[in-house]
């Protein structure tokens, strides 16, 4: 069997220089053989070069989750320029079996397993590509032998070791499985990959030197906890939590509405001395600014031990409370930020009457003496209490997880436990804004991303290489640059999204335009896309929407004085383009769309879409939340 992959389009092609693909793949039970695959630029066949690799695989259709059925993931170079590469089939013939039901009943045989396909692929310095996923079938064979079993997966000898550890987590290749996790994921019915995600957790702690102290930690995804239960549970049980009111559970943690839900367990700890908490919490833009809200709280039986992130309606503040006296810590940061940012706190039972330092994940700390040691038996997850009984200042935001050692982490510790949380059960990914104001600024994309509820807690590692005023050929000239899309973007550790907003800037009133029309900023764009396509970045590709410049009677009614072609007319024979041209892109936010359906085809002429016209609104009802929350439900399948 030969596949074609077409690099220019990232997708399976009928061959060189062909539309489509193949309708479905087939494949029999244990047959063996070689699977040949040639790589294609439109009607060029091409070489991936020395250094590559490449990985097929087949899973029962819809379990992408679960281990391959079929693979090929060790390919000959190819003899002949720009020849097939050659690929050996193995098939894990146990599975196969189970999927078959081959036992001495016959009532029970199944003649077609339902499957999906996919190749990626990754050239020496770049990295890893992957085609569309194409359906197909497995079936059944009369003439058994033992067949060709599944080695164990290996990971490439050319990669470095974060793509190692990428691999491994694709395709499920951890450590022997920690049992407490296994006892976790049996007693929450969670599936294979969450139990695993754990196991990856806890067996991370013991490679630190981190598991003897290792108190609890609670991860408050749904993917963790199971849904209609009263308890938010812990990985150890031991910081089990009542939930109150109804908390919504995201995929990223709990989201609390700052009235009257949280989470709470009056006996947590009890332990005194040393003392370390690490946890997530975040409140968006819109959320209100008054009034002291508590994220995340650990206190003993006096009035209150300290608090975590709490908001004093200004600025985030961390805590202490001895013998009624309060002492703040490092309140200088805005409470009002949807980004993943972990706190830590600790409680030094050896420094004069014990201190709290407290540190944050973007280099903020701060340390108080005199404060302990304190005995910590009771956790709060979304309000506090200053007397140990009654809750009140409830949290309005997002908490993701939170986790306790009884001993003292280093700063060095403290990175490496988040680099883990990173690379496990709060998986990582990275957001690249490129092009104008629209993708950076204040009111861009870039803080939307950060501030609306479907990101909120979520693990981004968000970069901004958006300039202000540009235009789509000025970002081009950019491109390479470390200003711009460049090989630094891609991270063999998590993947990454590259959202390109740009042309707003193309049209001029002059006859000095970067662009004569449409076909010239359609030209950039594909530039831009391909530049970060090729670096291993998924494209979410945009519409340019229109604005109050371009009216008639308007400062650039004109596209070009030259030219004398009016800019709403290239507005939408551009839009168009860029709506044609999907191969050339993973994603599309149509922002001209969400701004018409949101606010009529005046949208740009609406303060509460475009404040100034322009640029989308800060407001909650403007068009940033609208149309992030419309980029949510493109690459939602796609997070993490």
């Not at 974060?162 to 499985?177: P, W």
């Not at 973007?362 to 304190?374: E, H």
């Not at 100034?612 to 992030?628: K, Q, R, Y």
């Amino acid at each position: 069997m030969t596949l074609y992959v077409d690099l220019d389009l990232g997708r399976f092609v009928a061959g060189p220089g062909q539309g489509g693909g193949p309708a479905q793949i087939q494949h029999k039970r244990g047959d063996g053989g070689e699977l040949a695959i040639q790589f294609c630029r439109g009607s060029a066949l091409v070489e991936l070069g020395a250094g590559a690799a490449i990985y097929y695989e087949g899973k029962l259709r819809g379990q992408y989750d679960a281990d391959p059925l079929i693979q090929a993931k060790t390919f000959a170079v190819p003899v002949a320029a720009n020849g097939e590469y050659l690929g050996a089939l193995n098939y894990d013939v146990s599975a196969l079996d189970a999927a078959f039901f081959v036992d001495a009943n016959t009532a029970n045989d199944v003649a077609v397993l339902t499957a999906m396909f996919e190749v990626s692929w990754k050239v020496s310095g770049k990295g890893w590509l992957s085609t569309d996923t194409v359906n197909g079938v497995i079936e059944n064979d009369v003439v058994r032998s033992g067949g060709a079993i599944l080695p164990q997966l290996s990971v490439p000898g050319t990669a470095d070791a974060g793509e190692a550890m990428l691999i491994r987590k694709q395709l499920r290749l951890d450590t022997a499985g920690d049992a407490e996790a296994e006892v976790y994921g049996t007693l929450h019915s969670l599936g294979n990959s969450e139990t695993g995600r754990i196991s990856d957790f806890l067996n991370g702690l013991a490679s630190l030197g981190l598991k003897s102290n290792f108190k609890d930690a609670a991860f408050y995804g749904q993917r963790f906890q199971p849904s209609g239960s009263a308890t938010a549970f812990s990985l150890l049980g031991t910081g089990n939590l009542a939930i109150n009111s109804a908390p919504v559970m995201g995929a990223n943690g709990f989201t609390f509405d700052g009235v009257d839900d949280y989470l709470y367990n009056p006996i947590f700890a009890n332990t005194t001395g040393d003392w370390s908490i690490l946890s997530s919490a975040a409140r968006q833009v819109y959320a209100p600014t008054v009034g002291q809200f508590r994220a995340v709280q650990f206190f003993d039986t006096s009035p209150l031990g300290f608090a975590l992130q709490m908001a004093n309606g200004t600025n985030w503040q961390t805590y202490t409370n001895l013998g009624g006296t309060a002492a703040s810590m490092n309140g200088a940061r805005s409470p009002n930020q949807a980004s993943f940012e972990t706190v830590t706190m600790v409680n030094d039972k050896t420094a004069g009457a014990g201190s709290f330092s407290y540190r944050t994940s973007n280099g903020d700390a701060d340390i108080v003496s005199g404060r302990g040691p304190l005995i910590f038996d009771k956790l709060a997850v979304g309000a506090g209490t200053t007397n140990a009984s009654t809750f009140s200042n409830f949290f309005d935001g997002h908490v993701g997880f939170w986790s306790a050692w009884d001993s003292l982490l280093t700063a060095s510790q403290i990175d490496a436990v988040n680099a883990l949380i990173g690379e496990s059960v709060a998986p990582k990914y990275r957001v690249v804004m490129e092009g104008d104001s629209i993708a950076g600024t204040v009111n861009g994309w870039s803080k939307h991303i950060e501030s609306t509820a479907g990101f909120l807690g979520g693990n981004i590692d968000l970069v901004n290489r958006a300039v202000p005023g540009e235009t789509s050929r000025q970002a081009v000239a950019r491109i390479g640059l470390s200003t711009g899309i460049d090989d630094a973007l891609f991270s063999a550790d998590f993947p990454t999204w590259c959202l390109i907003q740009a042309g707003s800037n193309d049209s001029g009133a002059s006859g000095t335009a970067d662009t004569t029309g449409a076909v010239d900023s359609l030209g950039y764009l594909r530039q831009l896309w391909e530049a970060a396509r090729t670096r291993g970045l998924k494209v979410i590709a945009c519409t340019v929407p229109m604005n109050s410049n371009w009216k008639v009677g308007a400062s650039h009614e004109y596209w070009n004085t030259v030219s004398g072609t009016k800019s709403i007319d290239v507005l939408a024979d551009l839009n168009a383009r860029i709506r044609a041209d999907a191969a050339r892109y993973d994603y599309l936010l149509d922002v001209e769309q969400v701004g018409i359906t949101g606010w009529g085809a005046n949208y740009f002429d609406d303060t509460t879409c475009f404040y100034d016209g322009v640029h989308p609104g800060p407001a909650e009802a403007s068009m940033g939340p609208a149309a992030m929350l419309a980029l949510y439900e493109l690459v939602k399948n796609d997070l993490p």
